[in-house]
T-cell receptor
Framework: DSGVTQTPKHLITATGQRVTLRCSPRSGDLSVYWYQQSLDQGLQFLIQYYNGEERAKGNILERFSAQQFPDLHSELNLSSLELGDSALYFC?????????????FGQGTRLTVV | AQTVTQSQPEMSVQEAETVTLSCTYDTSENNYYLFWYKQPPSRQMILVIRQEAYKQQNATENRFSVNFQKAAKSFSLKISDSQLGDTAMYFCAFMKLGWAGNMLTFGGGTRLMVKP
């Protein structure tokens, strides 16, 4: 158990819908990352937050947004869902954003868009 | 931008034997970290080993060791005395250091099957 909690574990929804994925980082970790793992794109970095502020943005679609709340949990919002958004979405957390900081991964949310 | 390439989509090894997974990367950075992650069927991403680019000594963690060739931008993983529990996807990853974020850039992965 990495200490990073993601909910839900599985999600099935229809095209055009909106979903919210939730992540609780390890106790004491200030940085949260979101990654998408799909068959055709592999593991891709989406976005990073540090202590409530966006720190880095990767290949995140405009239909996707995220935020980190004062209690440090994070949510990834996916809207106008398309079949191609079906993927495993990972959240990871780390203590800081520089130096030798190991990222601990949650077990992921499996999103299926039908 | 950084790129990470794993040229072996699939590999297999007999239990108790040694296997080496390859990884190459491309970057203009001088300070960075390299990682190998394991993803078993449970889907959990597990850190196997880490290498700091400024260290010349290759990292070792029990049965896992790396061969880090900075000039060649190569970072291979050697698994000794392979065990059935080593069966998993293995991802090589690069992390740039800096205040602009420390996200991971992953390779495409190598599926390793350990056979009894």
């Amino acid at each position: 158990d990495s200490g990073v909690t993601q909910t839900p574990k599985h999600l099935i929804t229809a095209t055009g819908q909106r979903v919210t994925l939730r992540c609780s980082p390890r106790s004491g970790d200030l940085s949260v990352y979101w990654y998408q793992q799909s068959l055709d794109q592999g593991l891709q970095f989406l976005i990073q937050y540090y202590n409530g502020e966006e720190r880095a943005k990767g290949n995140i679609l405009e239909r996707f947004s995220a935020q980190q709340f004062p209690d440090l949990h994070s949510e990834l919002n996916l809207s106008s869902l398309e079949l191609g958004d079906s993927a495993l979405y990972f959240c990871a957390s780390s203590v800081a954003i520089t130096g030798n900081t190991e990222a601990f991964f949650g077990q992921g949310t499996r999103l299926t868009v039908v | 931008a950084q790129t990470v390439t794993q040229s072996q989509p699939e590999m297999s090894v007999q239990e108790a034997e040694t296997v080496t997974l390859s990884c190459t990367y491309d970057t203009s950075e001088n300070n960075y970290y390299l990682f190998w992650y394991k993803q078993p069927p449970s889907r959990q991403m597990i850190l196997v080993i880490r290498q700091e680019a400024y260290k010349q000594q290759n990292a070792t963690e029990n049965r896992f060791s790396v061969n880090f060739q900075k000039a060649a931008k190569s970072f291979s993983l050697k698994i000794s005395d392979s065990q059935l529990g080593d069966t998993a996807m293995y991802f090589c990853a690069f992390m740039k250091l800096g205040w602009a974020g420390n996200m991971l850039t992953f390779g495409g992965g190598t599926r390793l099957m350990v056979k009894p």
